[in-house]
């Protein structure tokens, strides 16, 4: 058996193997990838008239999101840019709840209780990491499959990579006057090739999430051989105390809000233990993460402290760190802004496609196979 053969029939049995697997992931994917501006346009309450006047300070919040769900406890508090609402984070991964309490930061009425492991992009969420299934059970089902399709796509190039100059030309345009089997080849092994780097794009940045090997083994490659630090939270030592009628968060939020950029989303999270820290993210660009400051205080000294981790201050990040860190913005294509986003979408759809046009294919061939095989008997 030739080389080429070989790598065609790997190329099918994986295919065959993880097709209905890549269809659901990709196509949950390819919705998933408008979430915000859907939510934006259809959720008003996401939205609060600009008024002359000083915001409620994060220990308000707290006080007005507990009453509205007294029986949990915030979890950060989120000051989004100018325009949109305030919002309590109530999250804990022990009693797996995961609420949002937008609250007019200016007036402090409830706007809305938002329960985010219900509604339609939580299901697609649900079902791009976990095929519906249990976490413990879906997860490694997804990154498996994912793995599977990073080897499909560069076994599909080696498969589309013609042998012969005077070939090149129909690999790259899709015949559309020809039988429905030609046509069916066509968008399968043409759009293949158009979608390759981003599939290898997506691929790669789901692996890391899907497996902390390969997570490692990623973050060494792309940053020299160093290790990757895991996420550590500093703890704060009650050493020194500053005594203050303002809770510790709100001078924490108060120093944040005077030196980020304006337009900044802020995120304070209140310390959840008696050695807990006091964490503030500061975005200077919402649309995206990966600028994102994540700074660190103790809550009894409010002095700073520093993290070995790549979640601390942006500009203490190495480039293998940023990359890291936009493993989101460029999965979703955000990192390119707004057509980044189609692009990802598009590209996601044509991916999704690609296990329907390959069983087609397969189907063709053992059909036309079968036929041939009754003519001569």
């Not at 802020?266 to 310390?271: G, Q, R, S």
């Not at 955000?334 to 044509?350: E, R």
Request: glycine letters at 6%.
């Amino acid at each position: 058996m030739g080389l080429k053969k070989l790598i065609g029939k790997i190329h099918l049995w994986l295919g065959l193997t993880s097709g209905l697997f890549v269809f659901v992931i990709a196509l949950t994917g390819s919705i998933y990838v408008f979430k915000d501006e859907i939510e934006n346009a259809t959720q008003d309450y996401r939205y609060v008239a600009y008024e002359d006047k000083e915001v409620l300070r994060p220990s308000e919040i707290v006080k007005i999101a507990e009453k509205a769900l007294p029986s949990k406890e915030v979890h950060a508090v989120m000051y989004p840019e100018e325009g949109k609402t305030a919002k309590a984070i109530f999250y804990s991964d022990t009693d797996t709840y995961y609420y949002f309490v937008y609250i007019n930061q200016y007036t402090g009425e409830v706007l809305k209780v938002s329960d985010e492991n219900t509604g339609f992009f939580r299901f697609i969420l649900n079902g791009h990491f976990y095929l519906w299934l249990p976490a413990h059970i879906g997860q490694p089902i997804v990154a498996s499959a994912t793995l599977i399709f990073l080897v499909m796509v560069l076994s599909g190039l080696f498969l589309w990579w013609p042998r012969a100059k005077n070939g090149r030309k129909q690999r790259f345009k899709i015949k559309w006057d020809a039988r429905w089997r030609r046509k069916n080849y066509d968008l399968h092994n043409v759009l293949g090739f158009y979608v390759l780097t981003l599939a290898l794009v997506f691929a790669i940045t789901g692996l890391v999430w899907g497996f902390q090997w390969f997570s490692t083994l990623y973050y060494a490659t792309i940053s020299g051989g160093e290790k990757m630090e895991m996420y550590e939270e500093p703890l704060s030592k009650r050493s020194q105390e500053i005594t203050s009628d303002l809770p510790a968060i709100d001078q924490i939020w108060l120093k944040m809000k005077d030196e980020s950029p304006k337009g900044s989303a802020i995120e304070v999270h209140p310390p959840a233990k008696n050695n807990s820290s006091i964490a503030v993210n500061i975005n200077p660009s919402p649309s995206t993460y990966w600028q994102t400051d994540y700074r660190y205080f103790n809550q009894y000294s409010l002095k700073e402290l520093s993290v070995a981790h790549i979640w601390g201050r942006y500009k203490e990040t190495s480039n293998a760190q940023k990359l890291m860190r936009m493993n989101y913005d460029i999965h979703v294509g955000s990192v390119l802004g707004l057509p980044g986003k189609i692009l990802a979408f598009l590209a996601s759809l044509v991916i999704a496609s690609l296990p329907i046009t390959g069983f087609l294919i397969w189907y063709g061939r053992k059909y036309k196979s079968k036929k041939q095989a009754l003519i001569v008997n």
